[in-house]
Each structure stands twice: as structure tokens, then as C-alpha cells.
């Protein structure tokens, strides 16, 4: 198992250098001069020209990218081009949000999609399983940003039981992680239906209870593991596409997390922002992912027998 982890954290640096090179090319040819808008509309063309030079935007394409690697590989993402503050410092501060919101979504979404997917499986046709998918198609079916500012409507303006913006206690969080659990929670649901649905259709569960195993032991010890696979898989995508997503959420409630970081650094063309945040995103894509594969290893003991003889 040590040599499997080690193999995959080895398979990130190809990952996140070709995520750096990507996101310095897509701001280093999209429009718009970091110089021009840091002095406004009334600057000069050659103060604009002085200040790009000091900001090394006129030294050529590999120059810069090369530059830009380098500074990476030692953490170094430079300053903010408006701010002044070290990039790093920002985003070591803001990270610690963004993780919190990212991950309490996730808890809430499994905690709720998974067993309610079950449900639905095993009372297949009845009202039961009818609800469940009903609720799912509720929620999948209305975007985050429109969720969470229904639900600043009706429990912030309307019932003034939860604050609306910003961060401080823990009522802060509470209308960010239900916005964005909300989606997730029904296409959890739908996944974990239709995997117990495929595993309980299998002959080994047929056998279990032809022996005369209870219901519940056939379900949630033979079916279930088996079951989780995709669902964990489903899991570690969602939670990266929460990670990924977090501008919306981050943005309607005023969190000053990575995601209202990076977009306001998109608008003002700070491109030291815009590079360090794609790529700490991209880095937790990769450490998700690695954990959903060794969460697999804990579901399926032939995995982990694989694993185990991974070179």
C-alpha cells in the first residue's frame, strides 16, 4: 500500500504541471493589461510600457512560463499586482474556508443521499422509493446559486433566523453548506439506488437469502460494500467539483474563501491570483481523488490485494 501511494503522488507531478502551464497560457493570451487597468484610463502609454516591463509582462511566452514554474516549485506566486500582498499569505489564510465549506457539504451530502438512495432501492415501486426519486429530481433539477438565494430569502430577509453574509460563528455555514448539499443530495440518491438496484439483482445476494439471512444483514453486509464503488467514486468528484465550484456559493454568501479570491482576481486581471488558486485547486483535485482510491482498498479486499502488489 506505501509503494501504491507513493506511485500516485509521483502521478500528481506530471498532473499539476500540466494544470500550471495550462492556466499561465489561458491568462497569458487572454485579453485585457493588468498594466492599463492598475493605472486607469488616464495613464499614459508609456507609463503603461513602464510598468508592464517591471512587471516582467513583456518578457517573452517561455521566459515567463519558465519563471513562473520555477517560483511554483518553491511556493513563491508572487504578489498581488493591486494589493501588494504575497499571494501565498492569501491564499493560506482563505484555504481554511473553503475546506471547512467543501467538506461539511460532502458529510451532509453523503450523510443524506446515500441512505436515502438505499431506501429507494430496497422499496423499489413502492411510494417510498416514488418520494425519494421525486425529492432527488427537486434537487438536481434548480442551480446553486438560485438555491442559496432562495434560501437567503426566506431564512435570512423573511424569517431572520440565520445571517445572510459573511463568516464568524458557526450559523455562518449553515446556509452555505444546505445550498450546496442540496444538488448533491439528490444525485447521490439516484446513484446509491441505482447501484443497490444492480447489486441486489446479483446471484451471490440471491443465495444469501435463500440461506435464510436477515433482510437487513443481506443488504448492509453483502450488498452494500459492493454497492459503495461507484458511489465513493461519484463522492470524490462531487467533492472536487464542490472545491471547483466554490465561487458561486462563495460569492452569494460573501465568504472570503478561494472562490471570491480567485473570481475578483479574474475581473481586475491579477494574474499571480488567478495561477496560485487554479492551481491549489487543482493539487486538492489530486489528494481527493488519491484518498477516494485508497477508501476503496477499506470496501473491497480484492483492491486492496491489488494494491498490496503494486509496483
Known sequence: MGRYIRNRLLWMIPVLIGVAVMIFSIMYFVP??????????????????????????????????????????????????????????????RMPRTTLLGFLSMFFTMLVGVPLGIYAATHRGQLGDSAVMALALFGVSFPAFWMALMLVLVFSLRLHWLPATGIGSWKHYVLPVLASTISGVGTQARLARSSMLEVIRSDYITTARSKGLKEREVIYKHALPNALLPILTSAGARLAHIFGGSTVIETVFSIPGIGTYMINAVNNRDYPIVRASVLV??????????????????VDPRIKARYAGAK
Open 281 to 298: 485547486l487543482a493539487i486538492l483535485f489530486s489528494l481527493v481523488m488519491l484518498l477516494v482510491d485508497l477508501a476503496y482498498a477499506f
Open 32 to 93: 485585457g493589461d493588468p498594466a492599463a487597468i492598475i493605472l486607469g484610463k488616464e495613464a499614459e502609454e508609456w507609463e503603461i510600457l513602464a510598468l508592464r516591463q517591471e512587471m516582467g509582462l513583456e518578457d517573452p511566452f517561455l521566459v515567463q512560463l519558465g519563471r513562473f514554474l520555477w517560483n511554483a516549485l518553491h511556493l513563491n506566486f508572487g504578489e498581488s499586482y493591486f494589493t501588494g500582498i504575497p499571494v501565498i499569505q492569501e491564499i493560506a489564510m
